[in-house]
């Protein structure tokens, strides 16, 4: 699962990205890598994992990451070759969600390429520019199946009916979250990922001055009433001091944040702001051995979940052993949770659920 981190130039992106992956506590003992300069791997923090390490005392706890991206090249303009103009929108159709980075921070040494500090105009300048990307992919393919489209071939009419529905709302500025469309016709349109469809979240980046109280900041709120309307989740963080912070140890960390009122690193949210919004949920596996997180995506059935591990899972699932983790934690252990009936033998149309403890058995 990949997130793309998205803003005009100058707003904090790359700093939110360093502090994302240079974050020393986010690492620590985990195995950490960065890809390339700009996509790194980001461990999800889960307190579960500490709780299920206290009860199966394993060798080693794995915990699930994703992947962030830094893209650059976002400017006005973008979709018409400006700045890194294609490159940018090539990078950015690969990912799975897109954090947009808001400057709310004043600082007369960094300048903003439009000359002042206006998130609503900022965020009006992206929601543009995808949208104009949109419109281009669309226009292009249009004219290659309308002709099939006429001749009423079966598949040609559907995807012709799909691009000329969605075209329509990017035209009105409608939100495509409300497509009215079939499944099929969905299935479809995903293939093109539009940028438009992605899920997005606003991380409002604020002067270290106004952690302690972001309502005191105008950009902040005016931000927050137009996410509102928009129904999009904001983050307020400092990119600024996440990255002074990254480096830091954890007891150094704890008093740099309480200089500053904060109780809880702004990063923490933002990894987890993002991974619910990918509509993410986790399974454990735990043993002596180990204790390791996995993601999966909700909805998915236990033969699916036991695929992410291995696809001979999958393919050789007959069933699988699953104590809730709420279940494990009032037991104590699994043994004591066994014996009140809590381990239940699921089937292949189990729907996993958000912090199971799975053992999978298949045929090889
Ligand atoms: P990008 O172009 O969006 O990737 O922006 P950068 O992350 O490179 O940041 C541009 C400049 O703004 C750098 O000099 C950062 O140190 C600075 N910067 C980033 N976040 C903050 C912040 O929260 N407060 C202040 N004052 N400066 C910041």
Redesign the pocket.
Known sequence: MKVGIV????????????ALTKSKVLAANYPFATIDPNVGVVNVNDLRLDVLFEIYKPERVIPTSIEFI?I?GLVQGASKGEGLGNQFLSHIREVDAICQ?V?C???G??THVEGSIDPLRDLEIIKIELRLADLDVIDKRIPKIEKKAKAKIKEAVLEYDALIKVRKMIEEEKHLKDLDMSEDELKMIKNFNLLSLKPMIYIA????TDLENPESNHFYTRLIEKANTEGIQVVP?????E?EIANLTKEEQLDFLEAYGLTASGLDEVIRSSYALLGLKTYFTAGVKEVRAWTFIDGMKAPQCAGIIHTDFERGFIKAETIAYDDLVEAKTPQAAKEKGKVRLEGKEYVVKDGDIMVFRFNV
């Open positions: 803003g005009l130039p100058n707003v904090g992106k790359s700093t939110l990205f360093n830094d650059a980075v400057r921070f004043e600082d040494n960094i980046n604020l002067a270290d963080v400092s990119a600024q001091v990255y």
